[in-house]
């Protein structure tokens, strides 16, 4: 009797306790909802009730790690870390069973690519916080994570058995540990300021949007420069989920948005129809769950569904079923909008419920999910079965290693050349080319990459963009190939640097076509080391015969350094080795062909001591992609000099500066007329993208803008015709560069593709480095009116004044740190810009 009376005051006592839970969590979930009483809420665990303040990312985790310590219903993995080393965690949640076979499992999703239909659950990723100022939805996460570890209905347990569940709290700890920091120290302890110009809801440059470097991680799914996006790249690839839901935030006086995006202009070709007819199916399940619980919300009237780089875009390229949400944000804990207050709560029990929503709807549409992942990976998939990409490279391995490196980390079919092929006068050499099938299992990663679309019906819908190929921006040549012919399918990359430098005590030669010549050149600057530059071509005599040196070639004496031959065989030595790059020994200066080696066409390379002008209305991205290129792939100190203290920095400290696009009016005439003093005095100023407007504005060079049309006819044509003129969406051109420019030494072809969001035209001139051609569209959209102006227009002007020189881009070059080709024309003109007179 003592044992059954002890037994009932338990069940009581889990009875009341799962009541004091349910109390306490009523505004987030059901009533009927059930959960484990030894399992601790968010608020129990964090000492605070969810939307009272912004969670950090570092608790987030913590809170993880005490799920995976109780429950075995999950397993927590740590799939990378971010630039700052915090962990990336991603909590997978299902039936203690089906945790216990997770292994098993993953293994099984490998069949998925063979258009197979593998022994796995379900497969759902729910991913939070790209953006790192979007935090209701990673405070939903710590909701969404408590709900399916300790719920006990019938309904949810045969959830857990049917699905695997990933649950990614914040794909972007970086940016919201920053975005937490700013809220939590400017909000009001004992009331709350509703107002949006509350420094609360007005947080500082750089904003938490961005990671480490300001990237904007949602454009890199595809690019994957940024350790955030490897790992969750090559987690996704292993597993290959059939749904990814993507949480962000929008405008605070907006509602919700669900998917279906605008059909009109807002599907890829690529893409199998069933894909978005899945969409539709999964809205019906968002709009019961936010019916429910009064919210409002709004479909089909925008975002973008084309572009591969977004996280509610990549899975339709990847079999899978994207969803984007977007919610009106609190961006704090409470604000005033156009529907009242918001308030961080609300925007985060909206998030929670269709997160919850995502699980029915995959559940209930199970079968059609397995189907299209069928359908998507069979050959009745597979677009021009017999058409296959060329890509190749003779002198630039590593710039071709790194572009098919992005596409195995895709797991994409890449098979070696086997023969020597030349195709519209293009030569692509064995070993120094690769093959990639049209018609490969996934084949719509690959259409996208190589995209080469030119036409939309309906330009007012293209979205973010219109322009997606990956291949343009490698600036490598390749071409369409029918040809069946093709080696052994690559799995590695295989090692091209010989690491046979032998000393010389005469002078050491670097073929600065290898892109990888850029990075130890700035080795050998950072050490002092007197290194010239090659501006006329020559060709040297060696005993595998002669080898021919282009522009921009480095040549590095032995005498006249400041170190001894052997210390600087030493040097040489370890840096070939630690930037696999070969150098060249030379006993002689006398060379077979062109230019000797004591020519005064050898010109020294200058030191740059570079400053680029960060904060206020600068571009944060742009800027951020200047900083990422210096420390992640230069490694080479980059000063940063906040808009407020520029006025007061010692410019002559400095020999190069950069300008990227933004608002520059905190600069007065003072200001304006040091920098041209400056520039006079031998400094190199570089304006990338809108500051290259601002520099013509304010006649820091001679430069002049394309003129718009100006008759009346054509004005008011164009407000007919194309009312968003200045509208550019992202899209890709050809430019044709001067080769024989310091701005383009390294490059091999005088075709150089460009991307661009912007209406910003230079007018052509004498002092072109690079024009548009008369055709000038690859991939992408650009109206009549705009086509017009492009047309013969500069890419990049350089001048001369005084001792010094300013070099204008019309684009910005180092677009999300993935446009190779003209990211080397931006480090040529740090490097070279000193040395543009007389041209």
């Known amino acids: 009797m003592k044992k059954v009376i002890t037994t009932i005051i338990i069940s009581?006592?889990?009875?009341?306790?799962?009541?004091?839970?349910?109390?306490?969590?009523?505004?987030?979930?059901?009533?009927?909802?059930?959960?484990?009483?030894?399992?601790?809420?968010?608020?129990?665990?964090?000492?605070?009730?969810?939307?009272?303040?912004?969670?950090?990312?570092?608790?987030?985790?913590?809170?993880?790690?005490?799920?995976?310590?109780?429950?075995?219903?999950?397993?927590?993995?740590?799939?990378?870390?971010?630039?700052?080393?915090?962990?990336?965690?991603?909590?997978?949640?299902?039936?203690?069973?089906?945790?216990?076979?997770?292994?098993?499992?993953?293994?099984?999703?490998?069949?998925?690519?063979?258009?197979?239909?593998?022994?796995?659950?379900?497969?759902?990723?729910?991913?939070?916080?790209?953006?790192?100022?979007?935090?209701?939805?990673?405070?939903?996460?710590?909701?969404?994570?408590?709900?399916?570890?300790?719920?006990?209905?019938?309904?949810?347990?045969?959830?857990?058995?049917?699905?695997?569940?990933?649950?990614?709290?914040?794909?972007?700890?970086d940016g919201q540990e920053r975005f937490a920091s700013w809220v939590n120290s400017n909000t009001s302890v004992n009331s709350y300021n509703i107002s949006q110009f509350d420094r609360e809801h007005t947080e500082g440059w750089p904003r938490g949007r961005g990671n480490h470097y300001w990237f904007d991680l949602n454009r890199d799914w595809v690019n994957i420069v940024h350790p955030e996006s490897k790992?969750?790249?090559?987690?996704?690839?292993?597993?290959?989920?059939?749904?990814?839901?993507?949480?962000?935030?929008?405008?605070?006086?907006?509602?919700?948005?669900?998917?279906?995006?605008?059909?009109?202009?807002?599907?890829?070709?690529?893409?199998?129809?069933?894909?978005?007819?899945?969409?539709?199916?999964?809205?019906?399940?968002?709009?019961?769950?936010?019916?429910?619980?009064?919210?409002?919300?709004?479909?089909?009237?925008?975002?973008?569904?084309?572009?591969?780089?977004?996280?509610?875009?990549?899975?339709?390229?990847?079999?899978?079923?994207?969803?984007?949400?977007?919610?009106?944000?609190?961006?704090?804990?409470?604000?005033?909008?156009?529907?009242?207050?918001?308030?961080?709560?609300?925007?985060?029990?909206?998030?929670?419920?269709?997160?919850?929503?995502?699980?029915?709807?995959?559940?209930?549409?199970?079968?059609?999910?397995?189907?299209?992942?069928?359908?998507?990976?069979?050959?009745?998939?597979?677009?021009?079965?017999?058409?296959?990409?060329?890509?190749?490279?003779?002198?630039?391995?590593?710039?071709?290693?790194?572009?098919?490196?992005?596409?195995?980390?895709?797991?994409?079919?890449?098979?070696?050349?086997?023969?020597?092929?030349?195709?519209?006068?293009?030569?692509?050499?064995?070993?120094?080319?690769?093959?990639?099938?049209?018609?490969?299992?996934?084949?719509?990663?690959?259409?996208?990459?190589?995209?080469?679309?030119?036409?939309?019906?309906?330009?007012?819908?293209?979205g973010y963009g219109a322009g997606f190929s990956v291949a343009y921006s490698t600036g490598l040549s390749y071409n369409v190939t029918t040809s069946s012919s093709r080696g052994a399918r690559v799995q590695t990359l295989p090692q091209v640097y010989t690491g046979s430098l032998q000393p010389s005590e005469y002078a050491y030669l670097v073929d600065y076509r290898d892109s990888k010549s850029q990075q130890l050149l700035?080795?050998?600057?950072?050490?002092?080391?007197?290194?010239?530059?090659?501006?006329?071509?020559?060709?040297?005599?060696t005993d595998k015969g002669v080898k021919d040196f282009s522009y921009g070639s480095l040549l590095i004496p032995v005498k006249n350094q400041t170190t001894s031959s052997s210390e600087l065989y030493a040097i040489l030595k370890e840096l070939a080795e630690q930037e696999k790059i070969d150098i060249i020994p030379v006993s002689t200066g006398l060379n077979v062909k062109g230019v000797d080696l004591g020519s005064s066409a050898f010109k020294r390379i200058e030191k740059p001591k570079v400053l680029v002008v960060t904060g206020g209305d600068v571009s944060s991205l742009e800027a951020g992609e200047v900083w990422h290129l210096f420390d992640q792939q230069l490694k080479y100190p980059l000063v940063r000099v906040d808009f407020n203290v520029f006025g007061r920095v010692p410019l002559n400290e400095f020999n190069r500066i950069v300008f990227v696009s933004g608002n520059y009016s905190f600069l007065n005439e003072s200001d304006i007329d040091n920098v041209k003093s400056w520039v006079r005095n031998g400094g190199v100023l570089i304006t990338l993208n809108g500051a290259s407007r601002w520099a013509i504005s304010n006649k820091v060079v001679s430069a002049r803008l394309a003129e718009r049309p100006d008759t009346a006819a054509q004005k008011q044509d164009i407000n007919i015709r194309s009312r968003s003129f200045e509208r550019f969406a992202t899209s890709i051109f050809q430019t044709k560069i001067d080769l024989e420019h310091p701005v383009a030494f390294g490059l091999t072809s005088e075709k150089l593709p460009v991307v661009r969001e912007s209406s910003l035209f230079l007018a052509p001139s004498s002092n072109a480095v690079s024009v548009y051609t008369d055709d000038p569209l690859l991939n992408g959209y650009i109206s009549a009116e705009h086509l017009d102006r492009l047309k013969s227009s500069a890419s990049i002007l350089a001048y001369n004044s005084g001792r010094g020189s300013v070099i204008l881009f019309a684009e910005d070059p180092l677009f999300r740190g993935i446009w190779d080709a003209t990211g080397r024309t931006f480090v040529n003109a740090v490097l070279f810009g000193n040395n543009i007179s007389g041209r």
């Open 12 to 173: 009581l006592a889990v009875l009341l306790s799962a009541h004091v839970k349910a109390e306490k969590t009523d505004y987030f979930f059901a009533p009927e909802i059930i959960f484990d009483s030894t399992i601790p809420t968010p608020e129990e665990f964090l000492g605070y009730e969810i939307g009272s303040r912004i969670t950090e990312h570092s608790r987030i985790n913590a809170y993880y790690e005490k799920l995976a310590e109780l429950s075995d219903r999950t397993s927590l993995i740590e799939i990378g870390q971010t630039h700052e080393k915090r962990k990336l965690y991603v909590l997978i949640v299902s039936s203690p069973e089906n945790i216990r076979n997770l292994d098993r499992y993953k293994e099984a999703r490998k069949n998925v690519r063979q258009g197979e239909k593998p022994d796995s659950p379900l497969i759902v990723f729910l991913g939070s916080a790209v953006h790192g100022n979007e935090i209701s939805s990673s405070e939903a996460a710590l909701l969404s994570a408590y709900y399916y570890v300790a719920a006990q209905n019938d309904f949810l347990l045969k959830q857990l058995e049917e699905g695997i569940y990933f649950i990614d709290p914040v794909r972007n700890p």
């Open 231 to 462: 790992a969750r790249v090559a987690f996704y690839q292993d597993w290959l989920p059939h749904v990814q839901a993507d949480h962000h935030e929008m405008g605070t006086n907006s509602t919700f948005f669900f998917e279906p995006t605008d059909p009109d202009g807002n599907e890829s070709r690529f893409v199998p129809q069933s894909t978005y007819q899945l969409n539709r199916l999964f809205a019906d399940h968002y709009a019961k769950a936010l019916d429910k619980i009064g919210s409002f919300y709004y479909t089909k009237e925008s975002y973008d569904n084309k572009n591969p780089n977004f996280g509610s875009t990549y899975p339709d390229y990847n079999g899978g079923v994207g969803i984007l949400f977007e919610q009106g944000s609190s961006r704090g804990l409470k604000q005033e909008s156009d529907n009242g207050i918001v308030t961080l709560p609300f925007t985060v029990r909206n998030q929670l419920v269709t997160s919850i929503a995502t699980v029915d709807a995959a559940i209930a549409h199970r079968d059609a999910l397995f189907d299209l992942q069928k359908e998507f990976f069979t050959p009745l998939r597979r677009r021009e079965a017999s058409k296959s990409y060329i890509i190749g490279d003779s002198y630039d391995l590593s710039r071709l290693h790194k572009f098919v490196q992005l596409l195995l980390d895709h797991r994409l079919e890449v098979y070696e050349n086997p023969n020597n092929v030349t195709i519209d006068s293009v030569q692509y050499e064995k070993g120094k080319s690769y093959i990639i099938p049209a018609g490969q299992p996934n084949s719509a990663l690959v259409g996208i990459i190589f995209d080469d679309i030119k036409e939309y019906e309906d330009a007012s819908k293209l």
């Open 522 to 541: 700035f080795r050998l600057l950072e050490k002092d080391i007197l290194v010239k530059s090659a501006f006329k071509p020559f060709s040297i005599s």
